[in-house]
C-alpha cells in the first residue's frame, strides 16, 4: 500500500509564497504520475498541477505562470511552489499518485493552505 504525506501548508498572506511537498511511503515515482488537487468548502475537489513520470505537466487555468510542479525521484517527493497566492487559493490541498497523469489511484490527507491578510 503507498501512503502519501503532505507538508509545507499554513497561513498566508496575499501574494506570498508556500512551498507544499508530498513524500511517497516507497519508491513509486518511477513508474507513478504525481499530482495536486484541491477542495475548498462548498467546492468540488480539483486539478491544481500534475506531473508525469517523463516530465509532462499540466496546470489549471487558474495558477498558471504562479505555481510551479516538480518532482525528486531519489527523494520521492513531488513538491508544489505556490507564489503570488490570493485569497482564492485558499483550501485543502491533496497529493496525489497513479499510473498516468488524469489517474489518482492514491490520495494524501491533505494539508491546509489559507491566504487571508
Keep these: 500500500q503507498v501512503q502519501l504525506v503532505e507538508s509545507g501548508g ?33 467546492n468540488e475537489r480539483e486539478l491544481v498541477a500534475a506531473i508525469s513520470t517523463g516530465g509532462i505537466i499540466k496546470y489549471a487555468d487558474s495558477v498558471k505562470g504562479r505555481f510551479t510542479i516538480s518532482r525528486n525521484n531519489d527523494k520521492n517527493t513531488v513538491y508544489l511552489q505556490m507564489n503570488s497566492l490570493k ?12 499510473p498516468n497523469i ?8 491533505g494539508t491546509q493552505v489559507t491566504v487571508s491578510s
Design 10 to 42: 499554513g497561513l498566508v498572506q496575499p501574494g506570498g509564497s508556500l512551498r507544499l511537498s508530498c513524500t511517497a511511503s516507497r519508491s513509486i515515482f518511477s513508474i507513478y504520475a504525481m499530482g495536486w488537487y484541491r477542495q475548498a468548502p462548498g
Design 102 to 109: 488524469a489517474a489518482k489511484n492514491y490520495w494524501g490527507q
Design 87 to 98: 485569497p482564492e487559493d485558499t483550501a485543502l490541498y491533496y497529493c496525489t499518485a497513479g
